[in-house]
């Protein structure tokens, strides 16, 4: 059954969306580096994960 476009007010509807923003996004310190990087993900600039060499080093 259809409902009416006026049942729920605009500030009730904003309130309900107020948790859908997204957030920021978490760093961590490298251990051997010092450098900043996302948890569970691959260090790109060693090529590291978990401690395990998974990649060849980016050359830069």
Same mark, same amino acid.
């Given at each position: $059954?259809?409902?009416? +476009?006026?049942?729920?007010?605009?500030?009730?509807?904003? $309130? !309900? !969306?107020?948790?859908?923003?997204?957030?920021?996004?978490?760093?961590?310190?490298? +251990?051997?580096?010092?450098?900043? +990087? !996302?948890?569970?993900?691959?260090?790109? +600039?060693?090529?590291?994960? !978990?401690?395990?060499?998974?990649?060849?080093?980016?050359?830069?």
């Amino acid at each position: $059954m259809a409902v009416p +476009k006026r049942k729920v007010s605009p500030s009730r509807r904003n $309130m !309900r !969306r107020a948790h859908d923003s997204l957030g920021t996004n978490a760093y961590v310190e490298d +251990k051997d580096t010092g450098e900043l +990087k !996302r948890p569970h993900h691959i260090d790109l +600039k060693t090529g590291t994960y !978990r401690g395990r060499q998974v990649l060849t080093p980016s050359e830069d």
